[in-house]
C-alpha cells in the first residue's frame, strides 16, 4: 500500500509513523523544513519539501500509483485543494481530507458528492467532542471506546487499592464475583502493556481494558467496584470552537452547564450563541475565582484552552479542590506518560482523536472501526468476516492468531458474545480484535488475503 501524507504535523508525523512500522511505502510532503526535518530524523519516508497542493508535487511523490492520498495540513484551503488535484490527476486514490472550520460543516456532503470527491473528511473537534461524550456516559471510566454501533464496550478503568478483584486471577473471576465477568482484554501495569492470560493476576493500580455489552455496562462496572453517577453539571474552561460544541450538546441533554472563558470578546459571542449556558468572564486559573463559582459542586470540569500547561493545572486545581471528575485536553504526546502519575487520568486529544479516524479508512480489509490504546502502543478494531476465510466455522483455540492479539467479541446479528476458546467465528460475524502495534501488519494480513476485503 502507497500512501502520500501532505502535512508533516503531529497528526501526519505519527500516522507516516505507524504505517512505517507496519511496511508500507509512504511519502511525505510539507513546505516547513523544520517540519521535514523531524520526519527524516525519526523516520525512514521519502519526503519533499513544498505545498502538498502543488501538481508538480504530487506527481513527484506518485499520486498516480497511490492507494491514499491524506490530506492534514493547519490549513483546510490546502487540505481541500490537495484533494482536488489528486482528483483530477488520479482519481482512483482514496483521499482522507482533514477540515477543522465549523463554516464548512454543512458542505462535508458536496465535497464527498461533488469534486473533489473525498472520500473521508475528519474534523478534529467533532471526533475530540465525541470522545469526551464517551468518556463522560461512563462512570470512573478512563477510556471508552464503542464497537456494533454502541451495542459493545471497550473500557478502561484503573483498578483502585480496596478493589474487591485485587490479586485474583483472571480464571478465578466468576468464582470472585458468582457471575461470569467482563472479558479482560488488556492490562497496563507501570506502563507496560499485558495481553493477559488466565493465569495473571489483578493488582491494585492497574488499567484494566475489558469488553462489554451495553446493556451489561452497568454490572460490569460494578464488578470492578465502578458505580453508576449520573452527571448533572459541567464547567467548561475554554470557551473556542470546541467549548462551544461541546456547551450546545450539553444544553440538549439539560446538563447545567457554565462555560469560563478569560476573552471579554469571545463571551460576548458565547452569550449570543448559546441559551442555557452560564457563561462566565474570568481565567480558568484563578483560585478564587473557583471558590466563588463553587467548583467543589460541579461534577466534571473539563479543560479546553489552547494551553495545555494551563488546561493540566486547572484540572490539577480542581481535583484538590474536590470535583471528582476532570478531562483535559492535550496536545502534546510526550506528556501522555506523565499524566496518571500527576493524578490526570481522562485525557483527551484532538490529535489522536484524528489519528484514530485516519486509521480506520486507513486500514487494509472491512474494517469498521480502529482505535489507538494507550499511546498507540496498541490497537482494538472492528472488522467483519467472510465466509471465504478460514478463521470461520472452527473454534477459536483452533485458530494462529499471533502472540499479542485476541478476539475480544463477537457481534451476530443482534447478539453480542464475549468469546472463550470454544467459540467459533460464522461468516458476515463483526469481530473485534485487540492487538499490539508490533503485531498488526499480521492482522491485516489476516484482514486483507484470508477474509477478503475491499
Not at 182 to 200: F, H, M, T, W, Y
Request: hydrophobic share 40%.
Amino acid at each position: 500500500m502507497k500512501v502520500i501524507i501532505v502535512g508533516a504535523g503531529e497528526v501526519g508525523f505519527h500516522v507516516a509513523n505507524h504505517l512505517v512500522l507496519e511496511n508500507k511505502d509512504v511519502v511525505v510532503i510539507d513546505k516547513s523544513l523544520d517540519a521535514i526535518r523531524r520526519v527524516t530524523d525519526s523516520i525512514d519516508v521519502q519526503v519533499i519539501n513544498g505545498s502538498g497542493s502543488s501538481p508538480v508535487l504530487l506527481e513527484e511523490a506518485g499520486i498516480r500509483g497511490a492507494d491514499i492520498l491524506l490530506a492534514v495540513t493547519d490549513s483546510d484551503e490546502t487540505n481541500l485543494v490537495a484533494s482536488l488535484i489528486s482528483n483530477i490527476i488520479s482519481p482512483s486514490t482514496k483521499k482522507i481530507a482533514r477540515i477543522r472550520n465549523a463554516d464548512f460543516d454543512k458542505y462535508h456532503d458536496v465535497f464527498c458528492d461533488q469534486a473533489p470527491y473525498i472520500d473521508t473528511i475528519i474534523n478534529p473537534e467533532i471526533e475530540l467532542i465525541k470522545t469526551i461524550d464517551r468518556l463522560m456516559s461512563v462512570p470512573g471510566a478512563i477510556d471508552v471506546e464503542e464497537f456494533a454501533d454502541g451495542r459493545v464496550k471497550f473500557v478502561g478503568i484503573r483498578l483502585e487499592k480496596d478493589a474487591r478483584l485485587k490479586g485474583v486471577h483472571l480464571s478465578k473471576l466468576s468464582d470472585k464475583t458468582g457471575r461470569q465477568g467482563p472479558l479482560v482484554a488488556a492490562i497496563v501495569r507501570n506502563e507496560e502493556l499485558i495481553i493477559p492470560g488466565g493465569s495473571d493476576k489483578l493488582m491494585p493500580g492497574d488499567l484494566v481494558y475489558f469488553i462489554s455489552e451495553k446493556d451489561k455496562l452497568v454490572e460490569s462496572l460494578n464488578v470492578f467496584d465502578k458505580h453508576e453517577e449520573p452527571i448533572r453539571s459541567v464547567l467548561i474552561v475554554g470557551g473556542g470552537r470546541i467549548g462551544t460544541r461541546l456547551a450546545n450538546i450539553f444544553e440538549k441533554k439539560s446538563i447545567y452547564t457554565k462555560i469560563l472563558e478569560k476573552d471579554s470578546d469571545r463571551c460576548s459571542k458565547l452569550a449570543e450563541q448559546l441559551n442555557k449556558a452560564v457563561v462566565l468572564h474570568g481565567d480558568g486559573s484563578d483560585l478564587g475565582l473557583l471558590n466563588e463559582e463553587n467548583i467543589q459542586d460541579v461534577d466534571v470540569v473539563i479543560t479546553l484552552t489552547n494551553d495545555e500547561e494551563t488546561n493540566i493545572l486547572i484540572s490539577l486545581l480542581a481535583k484538590n479542590m474536590g470535583v471528582r471528575k476532570t478531562i483535559t485536553k492535550i496536545s502534546k504526546f510526550s506528556y501522555f506518560p506523565l499524566m496518571s502519575n500527576i493524578g490526570i487520568e481522562q485525557v483527551v486529544s484532538p490529535r489522536l482523536s484524528s489519528i484514530n479516524t485516519i486509521l480506520q479508512h486507513i486500514r487494509r480489509g472491512k474494517v469498521l472501526s480502529s482505535r489507538s490504546i494507550k499511546g498507540e502502543r496498541s490497537e482494538v478494531m472492528e472488522a467483519v468476516a467472510l465466509e471465504t476465510s478460514d478463521i470461520v466455522l472452527k473454534p477459536l483455540k483452533e485458530i494462529s492468531f499471533p502472540k499479542g492479539a485476541l478476539v475480544a467479541g463477537i457481534i451476530r446479528k443482534d447478539e453480542v458474545i464475549i468469546p472463550t476458546g470454544e467459540s467459533i467465528i460464522k461468516p458476515d460475524d463483526r469481530i473485534i480484535i485487540f492487538a499490539r502495534k508490533n503485531v498488526i501488519p499480521k492482522i491485516e494480513k489476516i484482514l486483507a488475503v484470508k477474509l477478503e476485503y475491499w
